[in-house]
């Protein structure tokens, strides 16, 4: 391992990762990085977005040789990003979410894809749940049927337009983008296509990230023999104010390069929210409301239909994203 700090050379790898009070899933992401990366010269940025619970601080006191930018408030992930790739002198970016704990040889596995693949763009690995089961590593790029059908459904209906986690094999695949949680980022593309897209506080900033680099003649693609752990947030799916967030930014990506569809998206997925709510509400009373799940569900999709019919105000920032 090279570990080098504040210089000018160029080095193989920049790490970033953004953090928002996760101090603990934080100093263990960070270790990961030092215990794995042993091969590639590289740096470390953290960019901490106004955390209250001590993680700038920790990583200052722990790891002292990692570049820490820290944010009085919450700018977001794209902003947060972008501060440390206009200072970053990696050849390659390597986002890291603070929830992501690297496996050995992941890194390895990505820098010598991206090196053996020189119209490659961006790439990622694959992630996995804490009990080591497969999560969905990559993401199609919004369209009319992503807007009317749950994801889910899409990959087993089209699995050759929509592929499905358990893809299976070891070859790298095309895909239309990347899970933003361990991806990495060639700075040639980035230099040519520009960096993330602040209007994106959460979500979808490296969806629209892909498509742009795309349209520039770049690849992306998912390696999964470049394995990466990363305790999402259950939370964060089923939770209001995170959907309303994720809503806002598929309308935004929407708006920007399918005005037609976009027009058209938020009246669409009300239906879809009014269908779940039906659902939902006769799975509680099926169960004479016993099953906690079945509420919750019943409860956010309710408000997400309120705050649809109210105009789609913008939520608040205060999310993790996770």
């Known amino acids: 391992m090279t570990l080098k700090q504040k210089t000018s050379e160029p080095l193989d790898m920049s790490f970033v990762v953004v953090n928002w009070n996760t101090k603990s899933l934080l100093m263990d992401c960070l270790q990961s990085v030092f215990d794995t990366v042993k091969d590639l010269s590289f740096e470390v940025w953290v960019v901490d977005n106004g955390s209250k619970d001590g993680s700038p601080e920790a990583v200052a006191g722990f790891y002292p040789q990692v570049n820490l930018i820290a944010n009085e408030t919450n700018r977001g992930f794209a902003a947060a990003n972008n501060q440390a790739f206009k200072q970053m002198n990696g050849r390659y970016a390597l986002l890291l979410n603070s929830d992501a704990v690297l496996t050995p040889g992941a890194v390895d596995q990505l820098y010598r894809f991206m090196e053996n693949t020189p119209g490659a763009g961006m790439a990622c690995g694959q992630l996995l749940n804490s009990d080591g089961t497969l999560q969905n590593s990559f993401a199609p790029f919004p369209c009319i049927w992503t807007v009317l059908f749950n994801e889910s459904l899409l990959r087993l209906l089209l699995p050759r337009r929509f592929p499905p986690k358990t893809i299976g094999g070891s070859r790298p695949l095309h895909v239309d983008s990347c899970i933003g949680a361990c991806m990495i980022v060639r700075r040639t593309a980035m230099e040519r296509v520009g960096f993330f897209d602040e209007g994106f506080f959460f979500f979808l900033e490296e969806t629209d990230w892909a498509y742009r680099m795309r349209k520039d003649g770049w690849e992306v693609y998912f ?100």
């Open 223 to 322: 390696v999964p023999s470049a394995r990466i752990f990363h305790h999402q947030g259950a939370s964060i799916g089923i939770s209001a104010r995170g959907r309303k967030m994720f809503y806002k930014s598929r309308y935004r990506y929407l708006k920007k390069w399918h005005p037609p569809l976009a027009a058209a998206a938020p009246f669409l997925i009300s239906v879809r929210l009014s269908v779940n709510a039906l659902l939902n509400l006769a799975a509680v009373l099926l169960t004479l409301g016993m099953h906690k799940s079945f509420r919750r569900r019943l409860s956010v999709y309710l408000e997400l239909i309120r705050w649809h019919l109210a105009g789609c105000p913008q939520p608040s920032p205060e999310v993790s994203r996770l």
